[in-house]
């Protein structure tokens, strides 16, 4: 079983629309969440942590974590072009500073 | 704002030969981290190092990888005899205690 599992996509939402990411994780240790942003042949930019079971929110994105269901998410309001990228999911675990990334989703934002 | 920085951004070498990857984490944080991203893969976690030793490795980390912090300010990766599949982007890390990793900007390695 993956450590981290994400769709690979792509997702393609129009330009405006809310775009809507995914990821599961396996290890019920894990207690912090994050979101990057990777653009190709970029490396990943952090976008959101979360720590704590709820919405946390930062302009027009929306991290969600469910501990219970094992479950995150990432909410990109009013898309535009430029958040055409892949997101990656991570997790770090108690004790442990690596963090741990999913494959990713690509997104696709069109004008 | 403080970066990560790395060097080269690109090395292109023959397999077996020695590859050492530079890196200059944010000045203030502790944790310091190597990971790889094999093209078109995921981001991987190679190993991470703390208080002048290694605190973790993965099991990619072999005998033929390195790490090292030869002052204050740099942190080395040295692949000894690269392979084929050692071709990949590498990226150095480092955090505070919070999680947050950053990232620099990536050196491209090209085994031939």
């Not at chain 1, 996509?9 to 240790?29: H, K, M, Q, W």
């Not at chain 1, 958040?83 to 990656?88: E, G, K, M, Q, V």
């Not at chain 2, 490795?57 to 692949?79: A, C, W, Y």
Request: contains cysteine; aromatic residues 12%; negative net charge.
């Amino acid at each position: 079983q993956k450590e981290v599992e994400q769709n690979s996509g792509p997702l393609s939402v129009p330009e405006g629309a809310i775009a809507s990411l995914n990821c599961t994780y396996s290890d019920r240790g894990s207690q912090s969440f994050f979101w990057y942003r990777q653009y190709s042949g970029k490396s990943p930019e952090l976008i959101m942590s979360i720590y704590s079971n709820g919405d946390k929110e930062d302009g027009r994105f929306t991290a969600q974590l469910n501990k219970a269901s094992q479950y995150v998410s990432l909410l990109i309001r009013d898309s535009q072009p430029s958040d055409s990228a892949t997101y990656l999911c991570a997790r770090r675990g108690t004790g442990f500073q690596k963090l741990v990334f999913g494959t990713g989703t690509r997104l696709l934002v069109s004008p | 704002e403080p970066e990560v920085t790395q060097t080269p951004s690109h090395q292109v070498t023959q397999m077996g030969q020695e590859v050492i990857l530079r890196c200059v984490p944010i000045s203030n944080h502790l944790y310091f981290y190597w990971y790889r991203q094999i093209l078109g893969q995921k981001v991987e976690f190679l190993v991470s190092f703390y208080n002048n030793e290694i605190s973790e490795k993965s099991e990619i980390f072999d005998d033929q990888f390195s790490v090292e912090r030869p002052d204050g300010s740099n942190f080395t990766l040295k692949i000894r005899s690269t392979k084929l599949e050692d071709s990949a982007m590498y990226f150095c890390a480092s955090n505070l205690n919070t999680g947050e990793l950053f990232f620099g900007e990536g050196s491209r390695l090209t085994v031939l």
